[in-house]
């Protein structure tokens, strides 16, 4: 039976458009609310011409969408944009722009020349590196930060093998002149090769307060000789002094 046929039979009961869900088969009249895009095997791909067509349940949508033509229910304030996930959905995601972390990269370089192999490196960014048992220089080898955040990584490249190294950030409270002696995190890692980086990568585990003062530690097995190094901050400009 055509769906012309159920129009004109069914006249009396329902008055304008038929929108049941129509299910059509390889012989089946297409009726003008309807355009046929292939036929074959008993599935008919279905383009839309009214505001909602179904098949087997679905909606079917076919032809060039345009952005006023996509929804976002649920999503107001115009913050937000669709991303596509890579698994066959979409998602709605905020805006960049919008979060108040932002990365902060240190850098700086010394020659190893103690023999106290554990050392705070110098952040101040000077070729002065010191024993973390010292109480003086602490402006050239600390750092305060303006925010609260964490340490991401810190990547090293030394001139000579270092070996079995141990990375550390060091942190002290207000009324503290230098960074605590005794790391809050640390990481190891083997540094078997010369003239190599190597990512010490820590995490927001690593955290600190805005204000206190901060000191990285570096305690390689072999003596390092000259040595550059990176630091990654991560700050969070909504919580600082």
């Not at 669709?82 to 972390?101: I, K, N, P, V």
Request: proline share 4%.
């Amino acid at each position: 039976m055509s769906i012309s046929s159920i129009k004109k039979a069914l006249k009396n009961v329902f008055q304008g458009k038929l929108k049941n869900i129509v299910s059509l088969a390889d012989d089946s009249p297409i009726d003008n609310h309807l355009k046929c895009l292939k036929i074959g095997d008993g599935h008919t791909p279905l383009e839309l011409s009214e505001d909602e067509v179904c098949y087997k349940g679905k909606e079917i949508v076919a032809g060039d969408i345009e952005g006023t033509g996509i929804k976002s229910t649920g999503e107001t304030g115009g913050t937000k944009f669709l991303r596509e996930d890579g698994d066959g959905t979409c998602s709605w995601q905020t805006a960049g722009g919008s979060s108040t972390t932002f990365r902060w990269l240190l850098k700086g370089g010394f020659n190893a020349g103690y023999d106290d192999n554990q050392i705070f490196i110098p952040l101040g960014g000077r070729e002065l590196e010191r024993p973390i048992t010292q109480t003086s220089m602490n402006e050239h080898l600390a750092f305060v930060p303006p925010y609260d955040g964490y340490i991401n990584q810190v990547v090293f490249r030394s001139e000579e093998a270092c070996g079995s190294t141990v990375v550390g950030l060091h942190r002290s409270a207000t009324g503290t002149e230098i960074p605590n002696q005794t790391a809050s995190n640390t990481v190891t890692v083997d540094m078997t090769t010369d003239d190599t980086p190597y990512k010490f990568a820590f995490g927001a585990s690593a955290s600190f307060n805005a204000g206190e003062i901060l000191g990285i530690s570096m305690n390689p097995t072999n003596d390092p000789n000259d040595t550059v190094f990176t630091v990654e901050f991560i700050l969070d400009s909504s919580s600082g002094l």
